[in-house]
């Protein structure tokens, strides 16, 4: 029986390599941390955008609340469109049910020297892994959750309300 070195995994029972861990609290935190940075970055874009245009058309910082509203639900929106994972039967490369190389992981998988988009926010000792930042996704999600909650807090906290 001839067995091929790329196909059958060597390593002893129990013996997890490096990138097999479960991701320790610390790489996490940090992970999420640089996320809901960059959430608020989008919120405070979106604001500016929405938010400017709530005011022109709209009455006041009713208009402000209002565009800051609808902002927070598209990136919510969007990003569950992009947090969405692959459906199974597109995965295989193969025709008619014939299993094939998973082309959607080759794809995902960054080159080893890029960046997981742009720079951290974050101090150098609360930086995440390159390798272990959050998705897109992930980051836009934050940003409409931070947008809802500053249409919430104009709301009840400074009492913008329509009339």
Do not use: C, Q
């Amino acid at each position: 029986m001839d067995l091929d070195s790329d196909t059958v995994d060597s390593r002893p029972n129990g013996d997890a390599g490096p990138d097999d861990a479960t991701p320790t609290a610390g790489r996490l935190a940090r992970t999420t941390l640089d996320a809901a940075t960059w959430g608020v970055v989008l919120a405070l874009l979106g604001t500016a955008l929405l938010g400017v245009v709530g005011l022109v058309v709209g009455n006041g910082l009713v208009g402000f609340k209002r565009g800051l509203f609808v902002f927070g639900f598209l990136a919510m929106g969007g990003s569950l469109l992009a947090l969405r994972p692959r459906r199974p039967w597109n995965r295989g490369g193969g025709r008619d049910g014939d299993a094939g190389p998973d082309e959607s992981a080759e794809r995902s998988d960054p080159p080893p020297d890029a960046a997981s988009g742009p720079p951290t926010l974050l101090p150098d000792s609360l930086a995440p892994d390159p390798a272990h930042r959050a998705s897109w996704g992930l980051r836009l999600f934050f940003g409409g959750i931070w947008a809802l909650v500053g249409s919430y807090v104009l709301e009840t906290v400074f009492g913008v309300v329509p009339v």
